[in-house]
């Protein structure tokens, strides 16, 4: 039999969560039954792929409806346990917010828009210091980490699923000025699903240890939502975000302002300039509340942008992803299409839509 059931979490990453599961013969599964339909589970299931690199990986069960717990709670890249559950609940817990966050925000059923199912494989390979989505199984996979720790934070969820919901839409290219936008839509949205699911500020979760950096003030506890990419990633080898949307070149990569050879950096640098962008339009360029920094420097004499919010500003970018974006959108394109879909909700004389317009400046695309 099968009977939708709300079981616990001991997250690695977002402390304790309440998980949508199935209530089966012998036990419960990491099935939600409340989201999602078809695919290739018939629902959102996480699997254990046990370190292999290929095949849909088992289905997670639990006797008690408690995961995480006791013996099923490993984290890290020394998982030697049988099943690393706590992975599992992370993995979870970001397809659900994610799912949550496109359906209440943007009344977008699941990363199709027609709320097909998918799922999220864990334990990929031995120390893998990466997570992925494959259209191909229309899911998402998860390494153990080595440099990093398990890649299973809210943001990185929220980012992988995004790439999802992109290839249904825009279909952005992943290369050149098309592919930034591509990462830089990941990471926004990741971002968003982190605002929303860690947006309570801090709370105190048993069982993360933060190592090094400017996070590791925060050990003992979630820190509280922020413009960083992968920040709980961190390890005393890797003491630092993936990512910095308030100033991209923090890596040492990404510029903060368009130039011409921007299409020719790694997706993952020529993202910033979109990040950074939508930072400006989301938060405005004042004292970033979570680092204390200033961001960079903006271009064309832009002195200040005011923000005007996480909620306009992505309702803006989702409805350029989605109306106006195609497959070969470069920067001058996403900033017409950013202020097309700002005319549309707000109006072509809304201070929404100048700030879309003098935060595009601020990055340096006209
Ligand atoms: N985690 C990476 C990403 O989603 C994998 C990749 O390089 N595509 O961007
Ligand atoms: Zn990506």
């Not at 059923?109 to 799922?119: P, Q, S």
Request: glycine share 12%.
């Amino acid at each position: 039999h099968t009977a939708g059931a709300t079981g616990t979490g001991n997250s690695q990453y977002s402390g304790t969560v309440a998980l949508a599961t199935n209530s089966a013969t012998g036990g419960y599964e990491l099935r939600d039954m409340t989201r999602g339909t078809g695919g290739t589970f018939g629902a959102n299931v996480v699997t254990n792929l046990n370190h292999a690199t290929s095949g849909n990986g088992t289905l997670y069960t639990d006797a008690d409806n408690t995961w995480g717990d006791g013996a099923n709670y490993v984290e890290g890249s020394s998982t030697t346990a049988a099943n690393g559950e706590t992975a599992a609940v992370d993995a979870a817990y970001g397809v659900q917010q994610t799912w949550d966050y496109y359906k209440n925000v943007f009344a977008r059923n699941g990363i199709d828009g027609a709320g097909t199912a998918t799922y999220s494989r864990v334990h990929y390979s031995n120390s893998y210091d990466n997570a992925f989505w494959s259209d191909s199984c229309f899911c998402m996979t998860y390494g153990d980490g080595s440099s990093f720790q398990t890649l299973t934070s809210i943001d990185v969820a929220g980012h992988e699923m995004s790439h999802g919901v992109c290839a249904r839409t825009a279909n952005l290219t992943y290369r050149g000025e098309s592919g930034g936008l591509n990462e830089a839509n990941s990471d926004i949205m990741g971002t968003m699903v982190e605002f929303m699911g860690h947006g309570g500020g801090t709370t105190t979760i048993p069982n993360y240890t933060a190592i090094g950096g400017t996070i590791s003030t925060v050990g003992g506890v979630v820190p509280a939502a922020n413009y960083l990419i992968g920040e709980q990633l961190e390890t005393s080898a890797f003491a630092h975000p993936l990512r910095w949307m308030y100033k991209p070149s923090l890596d040492g990569k990404s510029p903060d302002a368009w130039s011409t050879s921007l299409k020719r950096l790694d997706v993952h640098y020529s993202s910033g300039v979109a990040n950074h962008f939508f930072f400006l339009l989301a938060h405005g360029s004042q004292i970033d509340a979570f680092s204390g920094n200033i961001q960079s420097p903006m271009a064309n004499g832009v002195t200040s942008v005011a923000g005007i919010g996480n909620d306009k500003a992505a309702r803006i970018w989702y409805r350029a992803l989605t109306v106006y974006m195609t497959s070969s959108t470069t920067y001058a394109g996403a900033r017409t299409a950013t202020l097309s879909a700002a005319k549309d909700l707000y109006g072509a004389t809304s201070a929404e839509y100048n700030a879309v317009n003098t935060a595009w400046l601020a990055v340096n695309v006209k």
